[in-house]
């Protein structure tokens, strides 16, 4: 054999060597071990149990208990006072304890400990108060079924001795996804939809919209229910709204100029339904609770925080674009979103201010009044519907813009109204 013929086959044996290697890395070595399955019986609700069975969940759940601005700004899970870069909360939420405590969810580990400590809470308040704060809704409902919403809420925390955690979401027995809040499991019913046949990819959106969603108390047995039935959007919400459901007609009247208000209620699930995300089939978890990788077990991230905190496993997956471009992206979008919200809010206060000051003067015309309260109501309900959400408009940015800018005029047209009952100079 000559020396190119022993070069040659010296570099065949090489490259099937390498070649090999490369293969059996990819196919021959075993792949990313899932989670091994470790049964739990029904009715396991504590997290430490949950904790030995699945470390690898677990730990990254624990995760939630860190509190942080978000990367933009923009909510985070710091405990704080809303109202104070919104103080137009004071006057919108006037006659209603929102005006006096409204501050940003700290997550799910902090769920019965926020609500203990929450300044809206009185003796008189009722069960429904606990439905989305403890994997203890699935007991409540088996033992009373919807009587638990009016059960003395004081009664039922004492009961729940744990917050929102795995067994809300996940049945113990197999880990598969599950919903327990009745309220929704009702809603998609009206809807035409059989939550029980739902795909994982969907379970993987509904965990989440079991909670993240806008509801209201039915009067008298504060039953939840989620304003659904004529569509997800604002508008549709509104329509339903003003069919006056189950009698309900408003969650308080503003103290100062008597508008029958609607308050939102986190409907960040009904955002993502009519975004991009949403409509192309990402789901709630691929952004929030993406998959990770360690030391060759992949898992579901349980910390539930902003994608750009895992920025390359959140949005990666993708979008190629470089990690600056991603983040200026939603900067920009939130940016938008808050100064018009912002405005919205500012505008809504004044239209509650000038329908109070005309309601003084004598002689005011009372039809002209109440369309500007009619106004004045929708117009908070635009600017709600973003402001209670939690994505500042990043889940659906031209529909929230556009919300928005219905908002502020809705608020323009009710100063006029308001204007025009008193009389024109009388303002």
Request: glycine residues 6%; contains cysteine.
């Amino acid at each position: 054999m000559s020396r190119i013929q022993k070069i040659l086959a010296t570099l065949v044996v090489l490259s099937i060597l390498f070649f090999g290697f490369i293969m059996f890395r990819v196919w021959g070595a075993k792949p990313p071990s899932t989670v091994k399955l470790s049964p739990l019986p029904q009715g396991t609700y504590d997290t430490e149990i949950w904790g030995q069975a699945y470390p690898l969940y677990y730990q990254s759940y624990k995760k939630n208990l860190e509190m942080a601005a978000s990367p933009t700004g923009y909510g985070g899970n710091i405990k704080q006072q809303k109202a104070e870069i919104q103080p137009e909360l004071y006057t919108n939420f006037k006659g209603n304890p929102f005006a006096k405590d409204y501050t940003e969810d700290r997550g799910h580990l902090y769920s019965m400990e926020d609500l203990r400590e929450s300044k809206r809470l009185s003796p008189a308040s009722k069960g429904a108060c606990i439905t989305c704060k403890t994997p203890y809704l699935e007991q409540f409902y088996k033992e009373m079924g919807w009587k638990y919403a009016n059960a003395p809420l004081t009664e039922l925390m004492d009961k729940a001795k744990h917050p929102i955690n795995c067994a809300n979401c996940h049945n113990p027995e197999n880990m598969a996804l599950r919903v327990i809040n009745p309220a929704f499991i009702e809603a998609m019913q009206r809807r035409g939809i059989d939550v029980s046949k739902a795909s994982r990819e969907e379970m993987r959106s509904y965990v989440c919209a079991q909670c993240h969603a806008e509801y209201y108390f039915v009067p008298n047995t504060y039953q939840v229910v989620f304003p659904w039935d004529k569509g997800l959007t604002p508008q549709q919400m509104y329509e339903y709204y003003a069919a006056k459901p189950n009698g309900f007609t408003q969650d308080f009247f503003q103290t100062d100029s008597k508008v029958p208000v609607l308050k939102g209620q986190h409907p960040d699930y009904e955002e993502w339904q009519n975004g991009i995300h949403g409509k192309m089939g990402v789901s709630c978890a691929d952004c929030h609770m993406p998959y990770m990788r360690q030391q060759g077990r992949k898992y579901s991230s349980h910390w539930m925080t902003s994608p750009l905190k895992q920025i390359n496993e959140a949005c990666g997956t993708c979008h190629n674009q470089v990690q600056d471009k991603l983040y200026e992206q939603v900067k920009a979008i939130q940016d938008n979103v808050w100064q018009l919200q912002h405005t919205a809010g500012l505008t809504v206060a004044q239209a509650h201010a000038a329908i109070a000051n005309a309601s003084t003067k004598p002689g005011v015309n009372q039809q002209e009044l109440e369309k500007a309260r009619e106004l004045t109501r929708k117009a908070q309900w635009f600017w709600d519907y973003v402001a209670a959400a939690n994505s500042m408009g990043f889940h659906n940015q031209t529909q929230e813009l556009n919300t928005l800018g219905q908002s502020i005029d809705l608020a323009h047209q009710a100063i006029d109204s308001a204007k025009k009952a008193a009389g024109a100079n009388s303002l």
